[in-house]
């Protein structure tokens, strides 16, 4: 079992940047292939990054601005954001999978969720 758990969410004005933290419970989050999905107000919760060892993955509209990290002695997965617009609000969530090396993008792939963290950007 793995618990996520979010932090670094906020109130920022756009073109500021953030930094969200995913802690994760376990001794082999190493492992885990690891994600940022996000969820503005009446949308589909949609795909933001991931990583897994050294690789990641992005969406398409988040390359340049996003960057996806992980410290794998703190257990901790993270999502650097920068240049930050008002289309930027939404919830984002931590996502853990243990197998799979493709499909990163599919919310059912995912094993293990965060409650997530809030990000609102003002205009």
């Known amino acids: 079992q793995v618990q996520l758990v979010e932090s670094g969410g906020g109130l920022v004005q756009a073109g500021a940047s953030l930094r969200l933290s995913c802690a994760a419970s376990g001794r082999t989050f190493s492992t885990y292939g690891m994600a940022w999905f996000r969820q503005a107000p009446g949308k589909e919760r949609e795909f933001v990054a991931a990583?897994?060892?050294?690789?990641?993955y992005y969406a398409d509209s988040m390359k340049g601005r996003f960057i996806i990290s992980r410290d794998n002695d703190k257990n901790t997965v993270y999502l650097q954001m920068n240049s930050l617009k008002p289309e930027d609000t939404a919830v984002y969530y931590c996502a853990a999978r243990k197998y799979g090396s493709t499909g990163w993008s599919l919310r059912d792939t995912y094993d293990y969720w965060g409650q997530g963290t809030q990000v609102t950007v003002s205009s």
């Open positions: 990583i897994r060892y050294g690789t990641t």
